[in-house]
Nanobody, 126 residues
Framework: VQLQASGGGLVQTGGSLRLSCAAS????????MAWFRQAPGKEREFVAA????????YYGDSVKGRFTISRDNVKMTGSLQMSSLKPEDTAVYYC????????????????????WGQGTQVTVSS
């Protein structure tokens, strides 16, 4: 199965964007989905994750209160609603998924996910 991330773009500081991540196979069983981001010259960073069945959500400290992760179990699509965007949110955003159900402490870990999308660029202008 492939993940397709979309919704990136250019937005001004304080603006909003909504990213989507769709699985190519709607019968694909997802245990967890996450978003990570990587800014130029920096390591990839955890943004948010959701346990698919329970809809429990987890966020990185830098986005808490501004970003919201959700999922549509019919369309097999995950979304990341980003609000109050800041220039430091500028990065390539990647969605990732796993068929397993990682323990809570593993949700922010990259190695918990074995399916990755191609990335979508988000640029926040000051």
């Amino acid at each position: 199965v492939q993940l397709q991330a979309s919704g990136g773009g250019l937005v001004q500081t304080g603006g909003s964007l909504r990213l989507s991540c769709a699985a190519s196979d709607r019968t694909f069983s997802i245990g967890g989905m996450a978003w990570f981001r990587q800014a130029p010259g920096k390591e990839r960073e955890f943004v948010a994750a959701i346990r698919w069945r329970e809809r429990n959500t987890y966020y990185g400290d830098s986005v808490k209160g501004r970003f919201t992760i959700s999922r549509d179990n019919v369309k097999m699509t995950g979304s990341l609603q980003m609000s109050s965007l800041k220039p430091e949110d500028t990065a390539v955003y990647y969605c990732a998924a796993t068929q397993s159900r990682p323990i809570v402490s593993a949700m922010p870990r990259e190695d918990s996910y074995n399916y990755w999308g191609q990335g979508t660029q988000v640029t926040v202008s000051s």
